[in-house]
């Protein structure tokens, strides 16, 4: 079963394009991760940025959250951001259509 995750950066005052740059090296090396179907970052309304990820099963995302690649993408935002980030998993409920009723 896929697991859906948000992760919700809150920048310091004024780091907010500094931060979304620092994530890039670690996105880079999370897409050659195992299991990994979507890891994209996004410019919130609210300020934060959002992390939207998707992964092949519930395995793959804890190896990943014991990966180097989640090491380097903590250390590049560690002076970037104001609080951990606030991270979500999901269960996809499929509905409507199977192309538009799930991530």
Do not use: N
């Amino acid at each position: 079963m896929t697991v859906v995750v948000t992760a919700v950066f809150h920048p310091r005052p004024g780091k907010k394009q500094e931060l979304a740059a620092a994530m890039h090296r670690g996105i880079t090396a999370v897409h050659t991760e195992q299991g990994c179907e979507l890891y994209a970052i996004h410019d919130a309304e609210d300020g934060t940025i959002t992390m939207i990820e998707k992964w092949s099963s519930a395995e793959a995302l804890d190896t990943h959250g014991d990966s180097d690649e989640v090491a380097v993408l903590r250390e590049d935002i560690a002076a970037l951001i104001e609080k951990p980030a606030t991270v979500t998993r999901m269960t996809p409920i499929p509905a409507g259509t199977e192309a538009q009723g799930r991530l």
